[in-house]
């Protein structure tokens, strides 16, 4: 019985994500599926809808319910200087090599809400690199990428970042970067200086530079195995000879076709460096 | 489909009652065993150690699009939500559940929209009630749930909240969730 409803609703997700890319263009259709059907569970509950059928109906008329849809289906929660060790790592291994370079091009692909481009903005400005530096902070979600520009973050959360900051190897203390308004954490401007926030979808959307280092943390678990291994090698195809690919300390290159071009920069920091 | 599994959700106090557990099942049972046990953001492989040095079964922190083998238990890493498709795991930073992540209700769920029948959630001790909805969601997809004994848990309030929505099949001191375990899971 399970096993019939289970093709049913496998059916109705699969027709769902046509629609919307033929449609709209935005193509879910080799997301991970266990963490599209959850995220597409919450989008019901939040829309009060209570099919996937009726969902898809909405979703032909009704434009705005389609950028609360890609919000829905592509928000995640991180925080400023998440996993402290790859960011003393990044500081140690990585930055002493970026220096050698007049110019440093990094693109950060699913920057989300930003909270991690302004942990490496800060990194680099302690470097003395923030001038030499451009940040191309991308995300899929319109929405993801106004919060991110403004760069304002909950004050509740600070305490968390603070600590990661100094575990991080943080010079001075995370304070002197922001201003407290109210219940927020208004970051200062100067930090977003040489980030350029953008949409970009990673998934139809190719190339559209050459990049130093290309961050792209937490975000390659969400998709299949083909969807990865496109998103790889778009991320290869964009990034010069020895640049530096960032992954999430739980992603990894392993068992991925691209994986013999590049090598390890920091054991088990997921820090790779292309060599061909 | 493929085959079966067992997932198993706990919090406070669980990492003694886990131990317990693990160190009985045979070296060859025959299902894959998935875990999550609230934890600190920060925690490292501590508890997968802990877990290892009294069980005969390959026990092992889980990883992203990983495929499932019998005879062999993953645990959440710290900080990311584990989720179980047909036939391997996968990992995300969706948002805590219940203030917590890994959640229990998140692998749950996901097991009863992938294994169906097939799964069997375990219920152990904890503090709170993420696992609750899971468990619920295990049932409405006809697996099984196991809760343990309240009495005899460090925390009850989740093994009382799983109880109290009538979801479930059989509340068990964990000897006898040993016991279940070792009889549903032996090689035929």
């Known amino acids: 019985m399970i096993d019939r409803y289970q093709s049913i609703e496998d059916e109705e997700i699969n027709q769902l994500l046509e629609r919307i890319f033929y449609k709209y263009g935005f193509d879910f259709r080799e997301y991970a599926r266990a963490s599209l059907k959850r995220r597409l569970g919450a989008v019901l509950r939040a829309e009060h809808m209570a099919t996937i059928s009726e969902l898809g109906q909405r979703l032909l008329t009704d434009p705005s319910l389609m950028e609360r849809f890609v919000h829905g289906i592509t928000v995640s929660t991180t925080s400023m200087f998440r996993d402290p060790s790859f960011y003393r790592a990044f500081r140690k291994l990585v930055l ?78 995370l304070s002197n970067y922001y201003m407290a ?24 959307d190719s190339s559209f530079n050459e990049f130093h280092v290309i961050f792209c943390r937490n975000v390659l678990i969400y998709f299949n195995n083909q969807l990865r291994e496109k998103v790889l090698s778009l991320f290869h195809d964009s990034l010069c000879q020895f640049g530096i690919l960032a992954l999430g300390s739980k992603e990894s290159l392993r068992f991925t076709s691209i994986d013999p071009c590049y090598e390890e920069v920091v054991a088990g920091e997921q820090i790779y460096r292309r060599i061909i | ?35 999550v046990q609230h934890r600190a953001k920060e925690s490292t492989d501590i508890l997968v150690r802990i877990l290892a040095s009294r069980s005969k079964l390959t ?47 998140v692998l749950f769920e996901s097991a009863a929209a992938a294994y169906g029948i097939n799964v069997t959630g375990i219920v152990l001790t904890g503090g709170n ?43 068990l001191s964990s000897r006898d969730i040993a016991s279940y375990l070792i009889n549903s899971g032996a090689v035929p």
């Open chain 1, 181 to 204: 308004m109210d219940q927020h954490a208004v970051f200062s401007k100067g930090l977003r200086e040489n980030i350029v926030f953008a949409r970009h979808n990673l998934v139809s």
């Open chain 2, 59 to 105: 026990i092992k922190e889980a990883e992203d699009k990983e495929c499932l083998c019998c005879s062999t238990v993953y645990v959440a890493p710290a900080d990311y939500h584990l989720l179980v498709d047909r036939g391997f795991l996968a990992l995300s930073i969706d948002p805590p559940v219940c203030f917590a992540r890994p959640s229990i209700d």
């Open chain 1, 96 to 173: 002493p090599m970026l220096k050698t370079y007049p110019f440093i091009r990094f693109w950060h692909a699913g920057c989300a809400t930003g909270e991690e481009v302004y942990s490496y903005a800060i990194l680099l400005h302690e470097e003395g690199l923030a001038d030499r530096c451009r940040i191309y902070a991308t995300d899929l979600d319109a929405v993801c990428i106004e919060q991110a520009k403004n760069g304002i973050f909950n004050m509740a959360a600070m305490k968390e970042f603070s600590t990661n900051y100094i575990q991080a190897g943080g010079k001075h203390s």
């Open chain 2, 1 to 35: 489909m493929a085959g079966q599994i067992i997932v198993i959700g706990a919090s406070l106090g669980g990492t003694s009652v886990l131990q317990y557990l693990l160190s009985e099942l045979p070296e060859n049972f025959s299902k894959p065993i998935a875990i």
């Open chain 2, 129 to 171: 009630t993420d696992g609750m909805r899971g468990a619920q969601r295990i049932k409405e997809c006809g697996g099984t749930v196991i809760i343990q004994e309240p009495t005899e848990c460090v925390a009850d309030r989740l093994p009382l909240s799983a109880i109290s929505t009538a979801a479930f099949d059989s509340i």
